[in-house]
Structures are given as C-alpha cells and as structure tokens.
C-alpha cells in the first residue's frame, strides 16, 4: 500500500473508489486518516501542497488535549466533532489483566455503540461533507481506523458505493498501518506488558464492521435506510460534489 506521508501511514485519499452505477469518487478532494501529532515538516509541505483545506476531528477532547494536530498552514477551517472513545478504558484494564479475550471483543460492542449514541455527530460529519467549500478535506480519528472507519462507511454508502468496495476499504487500514501496529506491539512488549494481545485494537477486524452492520440491518432496516433516513445524509449534494467519471 501507498501512502504520501512519512508518519501518518495511515492517510490516504478516497478518490477512485467505484459507486454501484459506474460513477468514481473524485481523486484530491476526500481523505481519511489518523491523527496529525506525529507529522514530520515534510508530511506538513506535503500536504501544504495539497492545499488540504479542512480537518475535521472525530477525537474525543481528552485525546486532542495529549496529542494535538499539527496543522498546515493552508488550513481554513478546523472542525471538531466530538465521538468519545469509549472502548479505551476498558482496553487499558483488559490490558493491565492480560485479558486476551476481553481485548478480542470490546471493539465489538463499540461499534454497536456508535451506531446508536453517535449518530447526531455521524450526521453532522455527512451534512459539512455536503456543504463545505473549503476543499480538499482530511478526516480522522486516533488510528483512523474505527470512527474514521464508520464515518467512512455512512459516507461511501451515500455516494452509492456497493458494499463489497466499502469492505474493501475498511479493510486497508490492515495493510496501512501494518508496521505502525507491529511497533506497538513492540513497545509495549518490551515495557513488561504482553503486547501481542493489543492485536485486536491496532487492527480492523471482519467482526468488528459486522457487527455494526448486522444491529443496522436489525434495528434501522438496513445501511442505506439507516444513512439516508436516520443520519439524514443530504446524498444528492453528496453525489454532486464528490463523485465524477
């Protein structure tokens, strides 16, 4: 996998990606991502030269707080959309437990849990999509992975992608941050932990977007039910500006 930033692997642009009726996502307009604290001076010219336009940060206060975004220069608006990170509490004590099989699974009720307590934040992420004027625009999580995976998901949805390219996507983090996640495991191994059993949280996993998909086929009558009726996704204007030949 490609990327164009030296500690961010995990940024990429969502352009080319195919909706059901023949149609692509525009190359240099929408890109999902980690988060920025770790961004080098040229990853900052990089993206200067980008004129990335808008970050929008689905962080919870607390992680902005210990690792702020460096910020391009080109930069006009900073958008912060608040969806806290539930399942790190209870990662810290699974970890501190060795508790291989809690880690297995607590990302699992997160995910269930952001389809239901999240959906006016999920909803106002597609609604600035929709109406912003300052392109390009990067949104991003911590690891750009389970937020930045969800949202990423109600908005390909709305652009008319078919789910087999969503999954596909949502996949890619996986090979993305493959040496990111091996660096953690690392680290926390050689602090005295068992690092190996972090696994589960560093990566994306099949049961972990499936299960989601599964209460939204359940309690929502479906995804694209769910996107365009409960997360109110403007999918018209959506189309209009994102999505070319």
Excluded at 44 to 60: F, G, H, K, V
Excluded at 61 to 77: A, F, G, L, W, Y
Excluded at 124 to 136: C, D, K, S
Excluded at 215 to 230: P, Q, S
Aim: net charge negative.
């Amino acid at each position: 996998m490609k990327t164009i930033l030296n500690n961010q692997l995990n940024f990429r642009d969502l352009g080319g990606i195919v909706t059901t009726d023949g149609w692509k996502v525009k190359q240099g307009l929408l890109f999902r991502s980690g988060d920025f604290f770790s961004l080098s001076p040229q990853d900052i010219l990089t993206l200067e030269q980008m004129n990335l336009s808008t970050i929008i940060d689905l962080r919870a206060q607390r992680e902005i707080d210990k690792r702020p975004d460096k910020v391009p220069s080109t930069i006009k608006e900073l958008i912060h959309i608040d969806i806290h990170d539930a399942a790190r509490d209870k990662a810290e004590r699974f970890l501190e437990n060795n508790d291989a099989e809690g880690l297995e699974t607590v990302l699992i009720g997160d995910y269930i849990r952001m389809t239901d307590t999240c959906q006016a934040e999920f909803s106002r992420f597609l609604q600035i999509l929709a109406t912003t004027e300052n392109l390009p625009l990067v949104y991003h999580c911590a690891a750009g992975k389970d937020r930045t995976g969800l949202a990423t998901v109600f908005l390909l949805t709305a652009l008319g992608v078919d789910i087999q390219n969503i999954w596909d996507d949502y996949m890619a983090t996986n090979e993305y941050a493959a040496s990111y996640t091996e660096k953690i495991i690392r680290k926390v191994t050689e602090s005295g932990l068992n690092g190996s059993i972090l696994r589960p949280l560093l990566e994306v996993r099949k049961e972990y977007l499936g299960s989601a998909l599964t209460h939204i086929d359940e309690k929502y009558n479906g995804l694209k039910c769910f996107v365009e009726v409960v997360l109110k996704a403007d999918t018209a204007m959506l189309k209009k500006k994102y999505l070319g030949f």
